[in-house]
């Protein structure tokens, strides 16, 4: 990939509505992205390769678990920081940031506010500094969008739970060290455990062949006769409500993070407009170049504000599941369209690997699908808007 020079668009001086501890945890971690990601992820995304090595540097920087209390290792920062610090390492590739929303939102999050007081010091500071990888099993091959149908469940055998089911489509599944699995009990109430590597019938077998977040590890979870220690059992919230709680936290990150994939593009076909010589002049002095870059900033503008404010909200604790829905759809959707439009104006030179945009477009196709798929989003808004439940 070319050499790194991005420069973050700040239309409206948002700058201005950051702390001073916010702008430090955003410049540390870009320039961390600079050092570490980009000179090595277009490599690692053409090989299909997760670059494990990062993990150590992740941890530095304070990604695993940016909001969790430093007394179990978290940086113990406010939802803003967590928020910049994921759109700055989607910055750089979304795979790495779906490592940094699954240990931090899914895993940590569940374990500090579900798990007891044991949980939390046995997990939560290996978790924080890298030396454990979690991951999160909510969905099954037959239950994508209606994580409330899975199968995958346990018996209470006396001394221990009996685990038995498979979970499909897991970021970070064959490298974790632990998961955090969600199963039906012999009721049918959905309930949270710790599952560890080792722990016989336990495997994680890798997803191949895909043409996006080539550069983050997905499997399979499956549980052939598990036997789970009972202290392994999330005991502060069970239902669908427990798992959804978590994807409230992850899609709230990734609404930030999506919107640092449509920056990056952003800033790459601004500056190769204006290098660009076509008819004799740079192609960013043609009026339908412009009509794209005007339209792109705008959008990246709203979208700006808009994840600021649900910031804002979330550190009150009045933010909505349905407002971060609206937000995780829309950074999602105008990063997708603007990488679409960036690529195009890097004419055949966009297709490449010397540049970010396309490897962007592709792990996007993800982003839009995972933690609630686009119309799943609509739908959320939908009811929320109208009362009336689409999905029932
Ligand atoms: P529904 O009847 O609406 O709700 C069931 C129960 O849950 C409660 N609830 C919530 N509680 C806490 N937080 C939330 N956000 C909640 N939303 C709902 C609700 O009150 C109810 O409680 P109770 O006590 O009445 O039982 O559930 P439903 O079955 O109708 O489903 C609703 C729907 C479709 C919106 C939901 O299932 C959904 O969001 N589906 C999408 C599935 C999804 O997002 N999966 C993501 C998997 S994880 C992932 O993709 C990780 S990618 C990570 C990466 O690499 O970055
Ligand atoms: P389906 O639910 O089968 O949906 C297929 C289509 O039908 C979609 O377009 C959907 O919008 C539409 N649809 C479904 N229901 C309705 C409805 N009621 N009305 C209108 N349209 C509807 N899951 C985890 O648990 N943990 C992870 O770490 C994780 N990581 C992932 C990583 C990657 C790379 C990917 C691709 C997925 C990951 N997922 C993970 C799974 C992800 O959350 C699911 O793919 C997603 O929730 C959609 O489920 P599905 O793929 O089964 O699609």
């Given at each position: ?26 410049n ?14 277009e ?7 997760f670059?494990?090595q990062?993990?150590?540097?992740l ?8 909001y ?7 940086a ?35 374990i ?13 500071p ?6 454990f ?21 346990f ?21 974790c060290?632990?998961?955090v699995v ?16 080792g ?16 550069a ?19 005991p502060?919230k ?9 994807l ?27 290098e ?10 043609f009026?339908?170049q412009?009509k794209?870059?005007a ?14 404010r ?24 105008i990063a997708l ?18 540049y ?5 477009m ?12 686009h ?18």
């Amino acid at each position: 990939m070319a050499s790194d020079l991005f420069q973050s668009p700040d239309y409206y001086n948002l700058d201005e509505l950051l702390s001073e501890e916010h702008i430090l945890v955003r410049n540390a971690t870009r320039d961390w992205v600079k050092k570490s990601v980009s000179p090595i992820i277009e490599d690692y995304a053409q090989r299909a390769e997760f670059p494990k090595q990062l993990l150590s540097g992740l941890a530095e920087v304070g990604a695993f678990g940016p909001y969790i209390p430093e007394e179990y290792g978290g940086a113990g920062l406010d939802q803003i920081s967590y928020g910049l610090m994921m759109q700055e390492i989607e910055r750089g590739d979304s795979g790495v940031r779906s490592t940094c929303s699954v240990q931090s939102s899914l895993v940590m999050y569940p374990i500090y506010t579900y798990g007891n007081e044991e949980q939390r010091k046995k997990y939560l500071p290996k978790l924080a500094s890298g030396e454990f990888l979690g991951s999160f099993g909510l969905t099954e091959p037959n239950f994508g969008s209606n994580p409330g149908g899975m199968i995958t469940n346990f018996k209470d055998m006396g001394d221990h739970y009996l685990l038995n089911g498979a979970k499909m489509w897991i970021s970070n599944a064959p490298y974790c060290d632990v998961a955090v699995v969600w199963a039906k009990d012999e009721t049918g109430r959905i309930h949270g455990l710790i599952v560890e590597r080792g722990m016989e019938g336990f495997t994680t077998p890798e997803t191949h062949n895909k043409w996006s977040l080539r550069a983050s590890a997905t499997g399979e979870l499956v549980f052939d006769n598990v036997k789970v220690p009972k202290e392994n059992l999330l005991p502060n919230k069970s239902g669908l409500g427990a798992p959804l709680g978590c994807l409230d936290s992850a899609r709230y990150g990734i609404a930030w993070g999506a919107l640092g994939a449509a920056m990056d593009c952003y800033d790459t076909a601004l500056r190769y407009s204006k290098e660009r010589i076509q008819f004799g002049k740079p192609i960013g002095g043609f009026q339908l170049q412009q009509k794209k870059l005007a339209e792109m900033i705008t959008e990246i503008t709203k979208a700006q504000l808009m994840v600021w404010r649900l910031g804002v909200l979330k550190n009150e604790k009045k933010a909505t599941t349905a407002q971060i829905s609206m937000a995780k759809r829309n950074s999602v959707e105008i990063a997708l369209n603007i990488c679409r439009e960036a690529r195009q104006m890097l004419g055949g030179m966009g297709i490449t690997g010397e540049y970010s945009i396309m490897r962007h477009m592709m792990n996007l196709e993800s982003v839009v699908t995972y933690e609630g798929t686009h119309d799943i989003h609509l739908l959320i808004t939908g009811m929320d808007v109208t009362g009336l439940n689409a999905f029932k």
